[in-house]
């Protein structure tokens, strides 16, 4: 395929249609679910209405992200087998989240992971604590994916940078501020729909090229490029630093704040186990199939395009539907991107947005005595803010290496959220002290580890050796969490909270008053 | 209908027994993911070759243990579900009944 014929980078018009039609559709949509987000529950949780498969779905389209999308096809379009294994590290965390935490979450909750966390404990410290913990993981999470977007969209569309971000942080804005998560649930299941449906075209074409015989694509790819790309290569190299990651994708999933809040949107517990299976399932197909896709574009558009267009290979899904569906498919993977990148910094944005009023403004300014038209008034302006806050920070950021701000949202999730979940609802006599000491533990660890480690301290701030040798601190930091966590509730013991266990518990695995 | 939640009025018993057998469950394929999981790394860590292993004219032994990995997941989420909702929600049913014979 010769490089010159592609029209990536300019104004496609097809794409151009079906991002309108997308971005109109999910309005109308916003319009109608704005009447129905009034109350806290309809703004925080779509009024627990959502099913379980609807849930699965929108989780799915939480987490498949632009990056993982096209990031991972491109990485198996330049290194084969590799790619295999990074996609596998991304799914693994699901079951996590399904054994350990998604039935008790619901049960106990109301809006937010904090609300577990604070069930038994002194409601202050640990709403503050927990919001530290929430809004990092959201923040840097939101940072590299505006970052992300704004050159992703300039590649694809040709479109500035600076308009690419403002489009998207205006568009998401309106989504979360006027149709609060009901709105959010829908654009999350419409951009799965689109995405799993997208790609299983593309794959689709991928194999009628093939005869429909994976061997054969295989083959062809190992004649072109040698037995290498279907054998293990480089990624893991350093058996620690390739646990140290695996520990914070694992825990870190169960401990995101835009994935644990969905699950307030089911009804009950049963509903919550139902959407984590379906969740898997729908993410673990989509990693096949841009297992699939990452070895059609080797084989039928090349590598040396491929990163021609874009030296990390992020352009691969797209020349390869351009090159095996023509323009208009080209087109309509295009738009599916973008509002890939439009549904999930809605979820992050709702999920901040929810620990700042929930968390902070209603528990700890006003101790709980805020009404319900108070509470939601507070969301939709933290949400403005927050909206604001990503544009700019998106814009602050432009051409900075972000790439690791995902990997560090992940072990600030494992280190700060996840023990401290995790231990009050195993650990009948953890406290208030334990608790807050665990939080500030984990991040701190995680945050001040990764400076010092090779991906800051080398990557970015050039320094010759790293102080801390592994590229991500979760091995480390999430141990400490857990233990400074069973320290400070054996220091400074919480017999409030250990007597609270009982009833607790009844209510965890009963589901007797759950809200 | 009426409900006590305080916890002296349940068949403590059935409870307790509840309680042990989810995590039991649970646990249980917790480890096992985390076995799965972490043998794969290691095994690239230190045994890349055995995935390197040809098992077709071009396939390698890795492709479909990695895509297994991945199936494994799907399908350890999906023993979860169907023994919470065979057996772990009868349980429920059953001492829910108890707290309103009291």
């Not at chain 1, 909750?109 to 919001?131: C, E, H, M, N, W």
Request: glycine residues 10%; hydrophobic residues 55%.
């Amino acid at each position: 395929m010769d490089p010159m014929i592609t029209s990536i980078g300019q104004p496609n018009p097809t794409s151009i249609i079906f991002f309108f039609v997308f971005v109109s559709a999910t309005l109308v949509i916003t319009y109608y679910a704005a009447k129905k987000s009034r109350s806290a529950a309809q703004f925080y949780a779509a009024g627990r209405s959502v099913t379980g498969l609807q849930n699965g779905l929108a989780l799915a389209g939480d987490y498949m992200s632009a990056a993982s999308f096209l990031g991972i096809a491109g990485l198996v379009s330049l290194k084969g087998y590799d790619g295999l294994i990074y996609s596998i590290g991304w799914l693994v965390g699901w079951p996590i989240v399904m054994f350990l935490i998604a039935e008790p979450l619901r049960n106990l909750g109301k809006f937010t992971f904090a609300d577990v966390v604070a069930y038994r404990l002194s409601q202050k410290p640990i709403r503050i604590a927990a919001s530290i913990g929430s809004l990092m993981t959201v923040c840097f999470y939101l940072i590299a994916q505006m970052v992300g977007s704004g050159s992703l969209i300039k590649m694809v569309f040709g479109m500035p940078y600076e308009v690419a971000v403002v489009i998207v942080g205006v568009v998401m804005i309106m989504y979360v501020l006027f149709g609060g998560m009901l709105a959010t649930t829908w654009v999350q299941i419409i951009k799965a729909v689109l995405l799993l449906g997208g790609a299983t075209f593309l794959v689709f074409l991928v194999l009628l090229h093939f005869g429909f015989s994976y061997t054969e694509l295989f083959k062809q790819a190992a004649v072109k490029y040698g037995s290498k790309v279907l054998e293990p290569g480089g990624l893991v190299s350093n058996p620690w630093d390739a646990v140290s990651l695996g520990i914070a994708l694992m825990f870190g999933t169960a401990g995101l704040p835009h994935i644990l809040m969905r699950f307030y949107t089911v009804p009950d517990a049963k509903q919550a186990r139902k959407s984590v299976f379906y969740a898997t399932g729908f993410i673990g197909y989509f990693y096949i199939l841009t297992f699939t896709i990452g070895f059609g574009a080797m084989v039928i558009v090349g590598q040396d395009v491929i990163s021609k267009m874009d030296a990390g290979g992020n352009m691969a899904a797209l020349l390869l539907a351009e090159a095996a569906g023509g323009t208009v498919f080209l087109g309509f993977i295009a738009a599916v991107a973008f509002a890939t990148i439009l549904a999930v910094v809605a979820g992050l944005t709702l999920a901040g947005a929810s620990t700042l009023s929930h968390d902070l403004y209603v528990s700890v300014f006003r101790s709980g005595r805020s009404s319900e038209e108070e509470e939601v008034k507070v969301a939709r302006m933290a949400t403005l803010a927050l909206g604001v806050v990503a544009i700019v920070l998106g814009l602050a950021f432009k051409g900075q290496n972000v790439a690791f701000m995902v990997g560090l949202a992940f072990a600030i999730a494992a280190s700060a959220n996840f023990p401290a979940l995790l231990m009050s609802i195993l650990w009948r006599n953890f406290s208030t002290f334990g608790a807050a000491l665990s939080i500030a533990t984990g991040t701190t660890l995680a945050v001040g580890l990764i400076i010092v480690s090779p991906t800051v301290w080398v990557d970015i701030l050039h320094n010759p050796l790293a102080i801390f040798p592994l590229r991500n601190p979760a091995i480390i930091s999430m141990t400490g969490a857990f233990a400074a966590g069973y320290l400070g509730s054996k220091l400074r013991p919480d017999a409030e909270a250990s007597r609270k266990y009982e009833e607790q518990k009844i209510r965890n695995y009963l589901g007797v008053g759950a809200e | 209908m009426h409900i006590d939640r305080s916890p002296g009025v349940m068949d403590s018993k059935k409870f307790q027994a509840l309680v042990v057998s989810k995590w039991k469950v649970s646990l249980s394929l917790t480890a096992i993911m985390l076995a799965v999981y972490f043998g794969f790394i290691l095994v690239l860590a230190f045994a890349k070759d055995l995935l390197a292993v040809k098992i077709g004219e071009h396939m390698t032994l890795g492709i479909p243990v990695g895509i297994l990995v991945i199936v494994l997941a799907c399908v350890l989420t999906g023993i979860y579900v169907f023994w919470a909702n065979s057996r772990y929600d009868k349980s429920v049913q059953d001492v829910l009944k108890s707290m309103r014979r009291r």
